[in-house]
């Protein structure tokens, strides 16, 4: 007959020789969102079209990023800045109006704000992702304070 | 299969690394803009007599656009010498009429005078940017006008202030 004693050794040993692997995968997917600067489109007069280009050095979104390994990066735009009031602004964004770059302003990948985007990351490394954008006031757009927000988004593929 | 080997079977299945948990996160940044006040006079078209001949009446139009998205209210910071002219013989005061007009043609809100120092105009802020014009129509009568010739001139100061 087999001694019970025997097999719980071995069981203890399979145990303690997988647990801590199972520990090391989980410490690989740290992801962070720091913002840095917000979209601002400064004064505007009425019945204007402004456009904030990634370029844009003091006008455009800036939030740094960090992670290891690919990351799906993607937004909730809103469609307009709005007053207390309910006054409103359309804001517009499309292809070219997002960029991933280095903290010294070397462009790593243009990105769509449109759609989903597969980056990657390197292990110890913030990146910078930048947002530009267009307002469309009309001769009826009201003086005011008008704001919105946007939302990004970081998950690991097949979240 | 007696009871460790099960055991032990059991706990190599949970043991296994298990795929990384799944991970996503979000942040928020704001998007401003202001839209500014829009107040300000234009290029004023000056208001003539012309040429003037002694013991005649005369008249004359002129203008000065503003262009605001708030509310306004005109002044005549002068009075009674609104529009005074000086020259060689002395001041001539015309009769005025005035007001604003969406066009520089016609007086649409009259001032309640022309001559006086005092608030003479309100209007509501529009509901989107507008420029709309005031307007003095000048008249001097013929007996005004007998005086020693020479170029008689003077100023309209309007003030316009938001509301």
């Given at each position: 007959?087999?001694?019970?004693?025997?097999?719980?050794?071995?069981?203890?040993?399979?145990?303690?020789?997988?647990?801590?692997?199972?520990?090391?995968?989980?410490?690989?997917?740290?992801?962070?969102?720091?913002?840095?600067?917000?979209?601002?489109?400064?004064?505007?007069?009425?019945?204007?079209?402004?456009?904030?280009?990634?370029?844009?050095?003091?006008?455009?979104?800036?939030?740094?990023?960090?992670?290891?390994?690919?990351?799906?990066?993607?937004?909730?735009?809103?469609?307009?800045?709005?007053?207390?009031?309910?006054?409103?602004?359309?804001?517009?964004?499309?292809?070219?109006?997002?960029?991933?770059?280095?903290?010294?302003?070397?462009?790593?990948?243009?990105?769509?704000?449109?759609?989903?985007?597969?980056?990657?990351?390197?292990?110890?490394?913030?990146?910078?992702?930048?947002?530009?954008?267009?307002?469309?006031?009309?001769?009826?757009?009201?003086?005011?304070?008008?704001?919105?927000?946007v939302t990004l988004l970081l998950s690991n593929p097949g979240t | 299969m007696n009871r460790s080997t099960r055991l032990l079977a059991l706990i190599a299945a949970l043991a296994l690394p298990s795929v990384a948990g799944a991970q996503s996160i979000t942040g928020?940044?704001?998007?401003?803009?202001?839209?500014?006040?829009?107040?300000?006079?234009?290029?004023?078209?000056?208001?003539?007599?012309?040429?003037?001949?002694?013991g005649t009446a005369a008249t004359g139009s002129g203008y000065i656009p503003l262009s605001r998205n708030v509310g306004v209210i005109y002044s005549l910071p002068d009075g009674a010498t609104t529009g005074q002219l000086s020259g060689p013989g002395g001041n001539l005061q015309p009769t005025y009429t005035c007001g604003v007009g969406a066009t520089n043609a016609a007086i649409v809100s009259p001032f309640t005078n022309c001559n006086t120092a005092v608030n003479q105009l309100t209007l509501a802020a529009p509901t989107g940017l507008l420029t709309e014009f005031v307007i003095f129509n000048g008249s001097l009568a013929a007996g005004q006008t007998n005086v020693a010739p020479g170029i008689y001139s003077g100023t309209i100061r309007v003030t316009a202030t938001p509301n």
């Open positions: 007959m087999t001694t019970s004693r025997t097999g719980l050794h071995a069981l203890f040993a399979l145990l303690l020789a997988s647990w801590p692997t199972a520990v090391a995968a989980q410490a690989t997917q740290s992801l962070s969102i720091v913002p840095v600067q917000d979209l601002a489109f400064g004064l505007l007069l009425p019945g204007r079209r402004e456009a904030i280009t990634i370029n844009d050095v003091s006008r455009r979104a800036v939030v740094a990023l960090a992670g290891s390994g690919p990351i799906d990066v993607s937004l909730v735009l809103p469609d307009a800045l709005e007053t207390h009031a309910g006054d409103r602004i359309q804001l517009h964004f499309s292809t070219g109006d997002a960029a991933l770059l280095t903290t010294g302003g070397t462009t790593l990948s243009p990105l769509d704000p449109l759609q989903v985007n597969r980056v990657l990351l390197a292990d110890d490394r913030t990146v910078l992702f930048v947002l530009g954008g267009t307002a469309v006031t009309s001769h009826a757009t009201r003086p005011g304070h008008y704001t919105a927000r | 928020s940044i704001s998007a401003t803009a202001d839209i500014a006040t829009v107040f300000s006079f234009g290029a004023p078209s000056a208001l003539s007599f012309g040429t003037v001949t002694p």
